[in-house]
C-alpha cells in the first residue's frame, strides 16, 4: 500500500516549534536552526513587506499523522537576497509578456551557504526519503498551476539531496564558491608552506604592510560580546552596504541582537582595534563542529589590505587553531584563489510550470554546467599551491 501524505502550509515558524524542527534539522549548520529562521521572522527581515512571505511545508504521515519532514519555503515578488540568479530567466517571461512573479523559494533567506533544504524526521528511514521527496514535488507542480506560480527554486542543497533527487524531476543548476580547506596544517605557516614561493611572499608582503598599522584582532563569542561590541559591528555592517548600494543591508539591528540571545554560542565576533584600543572594523563568523562560516564584515576607515585580513586571514588562522575543516567565506569572489580558497561546486533544484520556458531554461543549466565545470578546472590550475589540486 503506497504511502499517502499531508502536507500544510504554515506561515510562521513558531507553529511548528523547536522541538519538531530539530527533530528533521539535526546537523549543527548554524542557518538551518531554527532560532536563526526564527530570528529573521520575528524581526521583519522575512514576511511583511520584505517580499518573502513565510511559507513553509510541514509533510505529515496521513495514517500516524506523525511529522515526516519540514521543508522552509517562501513565496517571492523579487529575486534579491538568493544568490543564486536568475534575473535573466525573469527578463524573459517579461520580453514574453508572462509574469515570472511571483514564484517559490525554498532557502535560507540571504546565507549562501550550502545546507539542508529537506529536513527529513530523524525516524524517516533513508529508503522512504525519496518517496517523501516525490510528494513535495507532485505537491509543488500542483501549486504552481492552481496559484499561477511561475517556479520553485531549491538553493543550495546539500550533496545528499542532490543524490536523493529523483533525475527525472525538475532542473539541475550548478554553480561554484571559492572554500579553503584545512589539510592538516599545524599554523598558519604551515599554510603558507604549502604554496608557491612567490604566492607565498604576496601573502607575507600583504600582511606585512598591514602590520604597520598596529592593529589588533580578537575573536569573542556572540554571547560574551558586550553590546558595545554589537553595536560597533552592526555599524560597520551597514555602512559596507550602504558603500555598495546605496541602501541598508537587509538584516536588522534586531535580528543581530537576537542572535546574541538566542545563538551566540555559535557566532564569533572579530573586532578589530587600534594601538589605543578604538575600535576600528569588525567581522561575522559563525562556527560548526566542521565548517568556519564568514558572513559580513565593515570598517569605519579605509586601510588597505584590511578586507584580506580580516575577512580571509583571520578566519583561515582561526579554522587551524580550532581544526575546522572547511572556511566558507561566502558567495563569489575570484581574488579568494591567491589567497588557497578553492572552486567548489555549489547546487541548486528547479520546477518550472511553463513547459516552454522549463526546456528553455533545462537547456540553458546544461549548457551553463558544462561552462562551469571548465572553468572550476580551469581555476584549480592557479591554486597557489606547490602541488594543485
Same mark, same amino acid.
Given at each position: 500500500m503506497q504511502q499517502v501524505f499531508n502536507i500544510a502550509e504554515i506561515h510562521n515558524i513558531d507553529e511548528i516549534g523547536i522541538a519538531h524542527w530539530q527533530q528533521c534539522f539535526s546537523d549543527d549548520n548554524p542557518f538551518t536552526r &531554527?532560532?536563526?529562521?526564527?530570528?529573521?521572522?520575528?524581526?521583519?527581515?522575512?514576511?511583511?513587506?520584505?517580499?518573502?512571505?513565510?511559507?513553509?511545508?510541514?509533510?505529515?504521515?496521513?495514517?500516524?499523522?506523525?511529522?515526516?519532514?519540514?521543508? *522552509?519555503?517562501?513565496?517571492?515578488?523579487?529575486?534579491?537576497?538568493?544568490?543564486?540568479?536568475?534575473?535573466?530567466?525573469?527578463?524573459?517571461?517579461?520580453?514574453?509578456?508572462?509574469?515570472?512573479? *511571483?514564484?517559490?523559494?525554498?532557502?535560507? *533567506?540571504?546565507? *549562501?551557504?550550502?545546507?539542508?533544504?529537506f529536513g527529513f524526521h530523524i525516524d524517516v528511514p533513508q529508503s522512504a526519503r525519496k518517496t517523501i521527496l516525490i510528494a513535495i514535488c507532485e505537491y509543488l507542480e500542483q501549486k504552481m498551476l492552481k496559484h499561477h506560480y511561475s517556479?520553485?527554486?531549491?538553493?543550495?542543497?546539500?550533496?545528499?539531496?542532490?543524490?536523493?533527487?529523483?533525475?527525472?524531476?525538475?532542473?539541475?543548476?550548478?554553480?561554484?564558491?571559492?572554500?579553503?580547506?584545512?589539510?592538516?596544517?599545524?599554523? &598558519?605557516?604551515?599554510?603558507?608552506?604549502?604554496?608557491?614561493?612567490?604566492?607565498?611572499?604576496?601573502?607575507?608582503?600583504?600582511?606585512?604592510?598591514?602590520a604597520a598599522q598596529h592593529l589588533n584582532y580578537t575573536f569573542v563569542s556572540g554571547d560574551d560580546a558586550t553590546l558595545a561590541q554589537w553595536h560597533h559591528f552592526i555599524q560597520c555592517y551597514q555602512l559596507t552596504y550602504q558603500k555598495r548600494s546605496g541602501h541598508q543591508g537587509y538584516l536588522n539591528e534586531a535580528f543581530f541582537l537576537g542572535l546574541r540571545q538566542s545563538m551566540g554560542e555559535v557566532i564569533r565576533l572579530l573586532i578589530v582595534t587600534d594601538s589605543h584600543q578604538q575600535m576600528l572594523a569588525a567581522a561575522l563568523f559563525f562556527v560548526s563542529k566542521s565548517h568556519l562560516y564568514g558572513r559580513y564584515w565593515g570598517t569605519l576607515v579605509e586601510v588597505d589590505g584590511l578586507h584580506f585580513e580580516t575577512c580571509y586571514y583571520q578566519g583561515i588562522d582561526y579554522a587551524i587553531n580550532h581544526k575546522l575543516s572547511v572556511f566558507d567565506a561566502g558567495a563569489q569572489g575570484e581574488h579568494k584563489v591567491a589567497r588557497g580558497f578553492e572552486p567548489i561546486a555549489t547546487y541548486s533544484k528547479h520546477l518550472v510550470a511553463h513547459s516552454g520556458f522549463n526546456e528553455a531554461i533545462g537547456h540553458y543549466c546544461q549548457q551553463e554546467q558544462q561552462n562551469i565545470t571548465l572553468y572550476m578546472s580551469q581555476i584549480a590550475q592557479q591554486l597557489p599551491f606547490k602541488n594543485k589540486a
Open positions: &531554527f532560532e536563526f529562521l526564527q530570528g529573521l521572522e520575528r524581526t521583519g527581515c522575512v514576511g511583511g513587506a520584505s517580499g518573502w512571505k513565510v511559507s513553509h511545508l510541514v509533510i505529515k504521515d496521513e495514517v500516524t499523522h506523525k511529522i515526516c519532514a519540514i521543508m *522552509p519555503m517562501y513565496d517571492k515578488t523579487h529575486s534579491w537576497g538568493e544568490y543564486v540568479f536568475d534575473w535573466a530567466w525573469a527578463e524573459a517571461y517579461a520580453r514574453n509578456q508572462l509574469d515570472y512573479y *511571483p514564484k517559490l523559494v525554498t532557502s535560507v *533567506p540571504f546565507i *549562501p551557504a550550502t545546507g539542508q533544504r517556479s520553485w527554486h531549491g538553493l543550495f542543497i546539500n550533496h545528499d539531496e542532490q543524490a536523493l533527487w529523483p533525475q527525472s524531476i525538475g532542473i539541475t543548476r550548478k554553480g561554484t564558491q571559492f572554500h579553503w580547506l584545512n589539510k592538516g596544517y599545524k599554523s &598558519f605557516d604551515d599554510f603558507l608552506a604549502s604554496m608557491t614561493s612567490r604566492k607565498r611572499k604576496n601573502i607575507n608582503k600583504e600582511r606585512q604592510t598591514l
